[in-house]
């Protein structure tokens, strides 16, 4: 089991691929940044984060008078630094009145409090603020006042707030892009090619947009293989040798042919993606033919979402971590082995760019498909002593993690091509209660998990927050 990461380090970590990691946050690259010019990726329009100042400066427990034209400074900086967001208002209460800042923080995308001073009086205040819906943070400083205290009341009243006491004003900078990341979700589009599987509040199109915001696009299936063959055959063969042939370790199953017709299913895949305006593709058609594997892997690697066998609860989860964290999700078919207590994860195909859409591309080689036999797959060789996150959201409500570290890669005839293991707390309490009793379905449904490059587990604790799920860590104390 390895560490959880403390607060301040999130930003600066230091083990492999941390770096990359880091980076991305700190500049709030996106996948749209990597993508090749004159792609027509859909992109979303600035977010728009109103500001309040709540309480006084200067005096007893009250931050210094200079203090709020600093911090006004600090988050344009911020807004800049991550791109796409824009701070607006700014009032402060009092002796702004809270209904008439009410009314215009209920026409920004989130709101960011930023607590100046104060000993608990203004807290119906802050919660008129509060029921506007919007994603919002309380910043709190030590020294500022007795209030902090009540704040707790909004999360068990079941207002979506984070809540921060700190001293450190750059943890600011991982609460706004968590913010932003809530706000994308309300503006995602997610093409459902087929029948989805998963927990049942996942697969219904309405609870999705109640709880978070995201639309599901159905799509039929032959629409898609119509769209493939309509493509170019040489525009196709330049894609595959382009991204995948050249790129290969190896290529020892498929034809090249093959691997043609699954770029050419790529490109029509992102020719609807492009006019549905979506960032999300989950198929219960993918080992058809072509599979999707290929597919799937590049759309991860820019920092879209491809999932497989239609599964809506790891396709919601991965477009958390993409928005969240800017890394791409690997969907296991998961095992647990007590006797090196750790977790065995293996598909047949996986994003090769698991630090980001701006990172190294891990080595790979060019297979079949285990199970059939047949198609194109990936074959990605894991980096050995990374930190993982293994998560799915399911009921729409909470967030099942399993943190700990890759330990090892292997290349077992008995599973899906590429596979990995992590260690985990306890592998016998992770066997014994699968699933920690939050959710039942199919076998699909039950074992699908998604690994992140990274850990995770603090930081979505207070995505969770924002968003209104709760998080559970499969194989945890009880």
């Known amino acids: 089991m390895t560490d ?220 898609v293989l119509e769209m493939a063959r309509a493509i170019d055959p040489k525009v196709a063969e330049a894609e595959a040798e382009q991204y995948w042939i050249t790129q290969a370790k190896q290529i020892v199953e498929p034809k090249r042919s093959e691997i043609i017709d699954s770029a050419r299913y790529y490109l029509a895949v992102k020719e609807l993606m492009i006019r549905e305006k979506a960032q999300a593709v989950a198929s219960s058609h993918c080992m058809g033919n072509p599979r999707a594997c290929l597919t799937f892997s590049k759309l991860n690697d820019l920092g879209l979402v491809g999932a497989c066998e239609g599964d809506i609860d790891s396709t919601l989860t991965m477009l958390l971590f993409a928005y969240a964290f800017r890394v791409p999700g690997f969907i296991t078919d998961p095992v647990i082995d007590t006797a090196k207590n750790a977790m065995i994860h293996f598909h047949c195909t996986s994003a090769t760019k698991m630090d980001g859409p701006g990172g190294k591309r891990l080595p790979f080689v060019i297979r079949n498909q285990t199970d059939t036999g047949g198609g194109v797959a990936v074959q990605a060789k894991h980096r050995v002593g990374q930190l993982v996150t293994c998560a799915k959201l399911v009921n729409l409500d909470t967030m099942l993690i399993c943190p700990g570290k890759i330990i090892e890669t292997s290349t077992s005839p008995l599973a899906c091509r590429t596979q990995f293991t992590q260690t985990v707390r306890d592998a016998r309490k992770l066997f014994l209660n699968w699933g920690a009793g939050a959710f039942k379905g199919g076998i699909m449904t039950m074992l699908h998990r998604v690994v992140f490059y990274g850990d995770y587990a603090k930081p979505l604790q207070e995505l969770g927050d924002l968003m209104g799920f709760k998080v559970v860590e499969e194989g945890g104390p009880v």
């Open 4 to 223: 959880h990461i403390s607060r301040r380090g999130f930003l600066k970590m230091t083990a492999a691929g941390g770096a990359v990691l880091a980076a991305n946050l700190a500049t709030g690259t996106t996948g749209a940044d990597e993508r090749p010019a004159g792609d027509a990726w859909p992109k979303f329009p600035p977010v728009k984060i109103h500001k309040v100042f709540v309480g006084r400066t200067g005096g007893y427990m009250a931050r210094p008078t200079d203090e709020k034209a600093k911090l006004d400074k600090y988050l344009d900086e911020l807004g800049k630094k991550l791109g796409g967001v824009e701070f607006v208002g700014g009032e402060t209460i009092p002796p702004d009145k809270a209904d008439e800042v009410t009314a215009k923080v209920a026409k920004a995308d989130g709101l960011l409090v930023i607590y100046l001073s104060g000993h608990g009086g203004n807290a119906p205040i802050l919660g008129k603020l509060f029921d506007t819906g919007l994603p919002a943070v309380l910043f709190f400083q030590p020294f500022g006042g007795h209030g902090w205290m009540y704040f707790q009341d909004w999360r068990k009243q079941g207002r979506k707030v984070l809540l921060m006491s700190t001293s450190d004003w750059s943890d600011l900078d991982r609460a706004v892009a968590l913010m932003r990341a809530a706000i994308w979700m309300k503006q995602t589009r997610i093409l459902c090619i087929g029948g989805l599987r998963g927990t049942a509040a996942a697969r219904d199109g309405e609870q999705v947009r109640k709880k978070l915001g995201a639309e599901l696009v159905p799509v039929d299936n032959k629409k």
